[in-house]
């Protein structure tokens, strides 16, 4: 959907989770904490080295000397706020940034800062990246925070996705924005008829849809109709919107990029995603469940992304949850 730290996250516990349930060797302790306490790790000399400048919940400007030597896991509270303390488990705000230690650059393009919405994150690294989970647990709400790291904590037994080996520096940083209000888990809205040449849906018990796609050629322009019609607030062109939503190929029911399969909803502005997504959201009610048949031209284009070909049609079920301006 984006290329962004919160999808790159959210792609590397994917990883991390499959990693862990083969055969590969399990991750070190820091990286297996139940998410029901807080394990407060402590700052020290590499931490503290960190120099970060520039406001809070705005994109901080974040130097070091290179190459970094983190060997362990450390914490360092930047800036200590005066909101709520963030308790293991829930739901967090996120403004995100990530650094490669041994050059300085960044790890992918920071998030949740300024006009962008906060990044919505368990803290529960079952769910999350435990390196973040470890900066922001039991801090309150206002803080800006720094771990170091190696790979391996910081990302489980997903680093190597970043290309780092297992005992490579990592620089976190984190400011804990807000702890959203908790939404629904799924569209809780009226059910709609189907409409006649879309693929068929069929809900679990948790609301994860199950797509069907029919015997037939795609359209060769998005459509979009709804299932669940919901009688919550409208979303507007811009606005943030809090979302499940399960994306499939046409050509093979192929699942390419599920909030469902992480555990977790995403939010993003209607404005950041592709074309047919965002048609997909704007002008329909929180509450609603939609599908939308996205061709190329409103997806991803002759290039494609990853899994997805160039000439690829794709369908996404979306439930809408919430949206802010």
Sequence with gaps: MRRSLSVLTAALVVAGLAACSSSSPAPSASSTAKAASCQNVKSGSVSDSI?????????????????????????????????????????????????????????????????????????????????????????????????????????????????????????????????????????????????????????????????????????????????????????????????QYKGVLWRNGQVFDSSWSRGQTASFKTTEVVKGFGKALEGQTVGSQVIAIVPPADGYGSAGNAAIKGTDTMVFVVDILGTTR
Excluded: M
């Design 51 to 243: 120099k970060v400048s520039g406001a809070f919940h705005q994109t901080p400007t974040v130097t070091f000397t290179t190459p970094l030597k983190a060997t362990d896991i450390q914490r360092t509270v930047v800036t200590k706020g005066s909101g709520k303390k963030v308790a293991a488990g829930e739901t967090v705000g996120l403004g995100l940034a990530a650094y490669d230690g041994t050059t300085g650059k960044e790890l992918a393009a920071p998030e949740g800062f300024g006009d962008q919405a906060a990044v919505d994150a368990p803290v529960d690294d079952t769910k999350w990246l435990p390196g973040f989970v470890r900066g922001v647990e039991c801090l309150p709400v206002g803080s800006r925070v720094v771990v170091t790291s190696t790979a391996e904590q910081a990302f489980g037994q997903a680093y190597s996705q970043l290309g780092l080996k297992q005992t490579a520096p990592v620089v976190l940083l984190a400011d804990i924005v807000n702890i959203p209000p908790k939404l629904p888990t799924k569209a809780n809205g009226t059910p709609v008829a189907p409409t006649a040449g879309f693929p068929t849906v069929k809900l679990s018990k948790t609301g994860e849809p199950t797509i069907t796609i029919p015997k037939a050629d795609p359209p060769t322009e998005t459509r979009i109709a709804q299932l669940k019609k919901g009688s919550g607030e409208t979303v507007l062109p811009g606005d943030t919107v809090t979302v």
